[in-house]
């Protein structure tokens, strides 16, 4: 049984920080392509970032400069360290696990991240 199980999420402050985590299990981590996703009130799911097996790295223009995405295949994890964060970063982050570069095969169950003062 595969399981994404995200955690971090939270209430900050604009200009804050915050760290997320997805812990897999069930899937061979190590040859998997992990993924954020976000989702804010009334707009389309979009790629926030991602890392494959190869660490092959790719984030969205709006979080460039300000998220890094990071992966422990010992621990099967995935990170995405959020700075300077800001209100359009609201929304429901997801984790992902591909078997392939481009592949979202599993979906976390998501964690809220609201940004305001």
């Known amino acids: 049984q595969v399981q994404l199980v995200e955690s971090g999420g939270g209430l900050v402050q604009p200009g804050g920080s915050l760290r997320l985590s997805c812990a897999a299990s069930g899937i061979i981590f190590r040859l998997s392509a992990m993924g954020w996703y976000r989702q804010a009130p009334g707009k389309q799911r979009e790629l926030v970032a991602r890392?494959?097996?190869?660490?092959?790295?790719n984030y969205v223009d709006s979080v460039k400069g300000r998220f890094t995405i990071s992966r422990d295949n010992a621990k099967n994890t995935v990170s995405l360290q959020m700075n300077s964060l800001k209100p359009e970063d609201t929304a429901v982050y997801y984790c992902?696990?591909?078997?392939?570069?481009?592949?979202?095969?599993?979906w976390g169950q998501g964690t809220q991240v609201t940004v305001s003062s």
């Open positions: 992902t696990a591909g078997s392939t570069p481009y592949a979202n095969d599993y």
């Open positions: 890392i494959t097996s190869g660490y092959h790295i």
